[in-house]
């Protein structure tokens, strides 16, 4: 403890004392209008010229902000200082130290917390551009989401930003909605791993990760954004929650509300979840706060409040702590209603609570505080410089996945004739998710520069040192451009303005037939066509794939199919190149490809790995996070199904996929010397069971592969998917080396909810399918669980431990 001569005269501003003592020294002095203004932040600069970037958000009925009315009562939380509009970042980091001295000039003189976007890196302009979600779990390299995640977290801290607000744990359920490109697998197990990594990455920096979207949110009917949810609790248990307890294992210190409600009951009132579960059964201590609006959702679309202090009462009594992205219901409606006696006080103290000792453990009430950001007394003020670059491109490199290579097809031969054709072969940022700062915010400022330096595919292949001699077609349009228009032209209409732009559909089309017919005399004449087809991912129908950019099948958007279609028809080999935020139905072309590659939007050296994999000197190494869906297949399906789930002499409807969950070719496969239980298949009911895989490089290049272990329960007390992943190391091959990795498989991984609502690991027979992919499985080793039935919890095991041996 501070001596009396140091410590601060008031205790709550001791950074040597406890933080809940603090706290509970600071709370009393508060009013009721300042303990009610740390429960929100404050969003300046959000108008119509920054764009739709939350849902209904230009329809939000929001109280006008007077920043010196704000300074008396205090500010909770800065939202999106540098991702609201395109901000020179060293201004942006002087305007924040700026409103921080008014915070600490004024009243009580709490600074604010600033929350930012980050799931592909820091949503400012001029910041790094990661490869988005789905790149992650096609590495499944838990280890480099980690970096990326450190990566991030630092730049945020340089710049005073204290709460990213990532990473998306929803696991992917059915491919027609728009954010599965913000997921990052239809695997639980995956997006747990690869999402607590990047929590561990993050929150080492000391910046608040944030889980979302908690929970069911990508569950949703017919993909449809914000859709009812209608999930029984087992789904819900084995399914949708693991991500989230693996990442709360991991340090994360917030956690966001989804915006949906399952069974009716809208997550942002259900203290069953955000106060129970999350904080009862998980013990969870940090901050919940709101998804942008939400709050106002209870009153405004949910309609289980009948005004704003309503909403902000059963948001409040579920366990929301702050209200995002502004001040709306947690304002006047709350502080009326609590002037009035119909909201209890002791709701706002427990939210009070848990802000300021957040508050505490971000340094942000001791005495010392500082404004400044870092980055003001840097030398290099970049936040894209060549390590991140370097990051970037090791993970965009791991995450290629070749899905076809018909008779060596790849990689390019040095100084082949190439037709690079397709609408996303020549457009800078193709590869960049819905929440990069390009897509997200600088679409609605195209007089603004990129911010950073990228290659389109076109210019990568054109400055490939394997020397191709390279012509280039648009094909067809780019995919969103009518259904893009006419969407603006209806909401003008609705607000009473003027169109957009005219849609000629017969000039459109004409353009269109013309382009594909230059495309067709391209590839026609070269010896192998390089189609660039895929997604525009956008936000809210500004774009193919994105938040509010769902889709009611999956054929390629546009005409980018007739494309394909002419293309192949020219006999000149086709290698697709897939820049895309889902998976789409290739079905009808793909046995006609002579090659298939797929970039699930891999960032800013997405389209330099991309060449990198092409000409070979990187030996492609993803695996597929999601399968690819058959002919005619818009069913929600994943590879996490029972046996009636599975094709069967039943139905019509066949969901086998055409490339399934884990697929992904090499140049120089590993071949798979040995597979087997060291010890025997006997497994301690509260033990581990080794699993051996002996693999080996006869090649003269380096390889990877990643070993997929699949549990298959024959019999259980409830229908369970025939095949669930339940480890996956990566193992690195040097030419002609041989590595043994031993898999150390905790029992308490076979576990699942039975008929009770309990979570139990089951004695009995089980298998082990290990694998190249879900499809491909290398050996099916048999195991006994032995043992009295046990209940596990929270606290079991969530990870296999990993040895690798070499030779």
């Not at 201590?285 to 709101?290: E, F, H, L, P």
């Not at 669980?785 to 040895?803: K, N, Q, S």
């Amino acid at each position: 403890m501070a001596s009396e001569d140091t410590a601060p005269a008031e205790l709550w501003r001791d950074s040597t004392a406890a933080p809940a003592d603090r706290v509970k020294d600071l709370i009393p002095r508060m009013s009721v209008r300042e303990k009610v203004a740390q429960l929100y932040g404050i969003w300046a600069g959000a108008d119509a010229t920054s764009g739709q970037v939350a849902p209904f958000q230009h329809s939000a009925e929001l109280p006008a902000g007077d920043w010196s009315e704000m300074l008396r009562s205090g500010v909770g939380q800065l939202t999106r200082p540098f991702g609201t509009a395109p901000v020179e970042p060293v201004a942006g980091a002087r305007a924040v130290a700026n409103s921080q001295r008014e915070l600490v000039a004024s009243g009580l003189g709490i600074p604010a917390l600033v929350h930012e976007e980050c799931l592909t890196g820091l949503g400012a302009w001029q910041a790094a551009i990661y490869p988005a979600p789905l790149c992650w779990g096609a590495s499944f390299d838990p280890e480099l989401v980690r970096q990326v995640g450190e990566q991030i977290g630092k730049t945020m801290s340089r710049l005073g930003v204290h709460q990213g607000l990532a990473p998306v744990l929803d696991v992917a359920r059915d491919l027609r909605w728009g954010r599965v490109e913000e997921t990052i697998s239809e695997d639980p197990y995956l997006v747990g791993t690869l999402g607590a990594a990047y929590v561990q990455g993050m929150e080492s920096t000391g910046v608040i990760a944030t889980l979302k979207h908690f929970a069911g949110y990508s569950a949703s009917r017919a993909g449809r954004n914000l859709a009812p949810v209608s999930i029984g609790p087992r789904e819900l248990a084995d399914v949708i929650l693991p991500p989230f307890e693996m990442a709360l294992h991991a340090g994360a210190r917030s956690v966001m509300n989804s915006y949906s409600d399952n069974d009716g009951v809208p997550v942002a009132a259900d203290p069953a979840l955000l106060t129970d579960l999350l904080r009862g059964t998980y013990g969870f201590t940090g901050t919940v706060v709101s998804d942008y609006f939400s709050v106002a959702f209870l009153y405004r679309l949910h309609r289980t409040a009948g005004s704003k202090a309503q909403a902000a009462e059963q948001a409040l009594a579920a366990g929301i702590d702050v209200e995002l992205p502004t001040v709306d219901c947690f304002g006047e409606p709350l502080i009326a209603a609590l002037e009035a006696g119909e909201v209890d006080l002791a709701l706002v103290d427990r939210a009070l609570e848990r802000v300021l000792i957040q508050k505490c453990e971000l340094g942000l009430l001791d005495a010392d505080f500082s404004p400044e950001p870092p980055i003001l007394a840097e030398t290099d003020q970049r936040l894209d410089d060549d390590e991140t670059r370097a990051l970037a491109a090791r993970l965009a490199r791991r995450a290629i996945v070749l899905l076809r290579n018909e008779n060596e097809a790849l990689p390019l031969a040095p100084g082949a004739r190439l037709a690079v054709v397709g609408p996303r072969a020549h457009v800078a940022d193709a590869a960049f998710g819905c929440y990069s700062f390009p897509r997200h915010i600088g679409v609605h400022h195209p007089d603004v520069a990129l911010g950073i330096e990228v290659r389109t595919v076109l210019e990568a292949l054109q400055a490939d040192p394997a020397g191709y001699k390279v012509t280039y077609a648009q094909g067809c349009p780019i995919p969103d451009t009518e259904s893009s228009v006419r969407l603006r032209n209806e909401r003008a209409a609705a607000e009473g303005g003027a169109p957009a732009a005219e849609v000629d559909d017969v000039a459109l089309r004409e353009l269109g037939d013309r382009q594909i017919a230059e495309a067709v005399a391209a590839a026609s004449d070269a010896e192998v066509c390089v189609a660039v087809l895929g997604d525009v991912s956008g936000l809210f129908g500004n774009g193919t794939s994105g938040e509010g950019c769902d889709t009611s099948d999956l054929r390629l958007p546009g005409r980018q199919g007739e494309l394909l279609e002419a293309l192949l028809e020219t006999g000149t080999p086709v290698v697709l190149v897939l820049l895309v935020g889902r998976p789409y139905e290739l079905s009808r072309y793909a046995d006609r490809l002579a090659a298939a590659v797929c970039g699930f939007l891999p960032g800013e050296e997405g389209t330099n790995a991309l060449a990198d994999v092409l000409s070979g000197r990187v030996d492609p190494a993803g695996r597929l996070p999601v399968g690819f869906p058959a002919e005619g297949a818009n069913q929600p399906s994943t590879y996490l199904a029972a046996t009636l789930g599975m094709r069967s002499d039943v139905s019509t409807v066949d969901p086998t996929p055409l490339y399934p969950f884990g697929h992904g070719l090499s140049y120089n496969p590993a071949v798979w010397a040995n597979t087997e239980l060291p010890a025997g298949g006997t497994w301690p009911i509260d033990g581990n069971l080794q699993l051996a895989v002996t693999l080996r490089n006869d090649g003269d290049t380096a390889t990877s592969e990643v070993v997929q272990v699949y549990l298959h329960d024959p019999q259980a007390e409830v229908a369970r998917p025939v095949q669930q992943l339940i480890a996956a190391p990566r193992v690195d091959l040097e030419p002609r080396a041989t590595r043994t990795v031993l898999i150390d498989l905790p029992a308490d991984l076979t576990s699942y909810t039975g008929r009770a609502g309990r979570r139990i690991v089951e004695p009995g027979e089980v298998e082990l399918w290990v694998g190249a992919s879900s499809r491909d499985i290398r050996a099916r080793l048999a195991a006994r669980i032995e043992g009295p039935l046990r209940e596990v919890g929270f606290d079991r095991a969530f990870h296999a431990g990993v040895t690798v041996v070499e030779g």
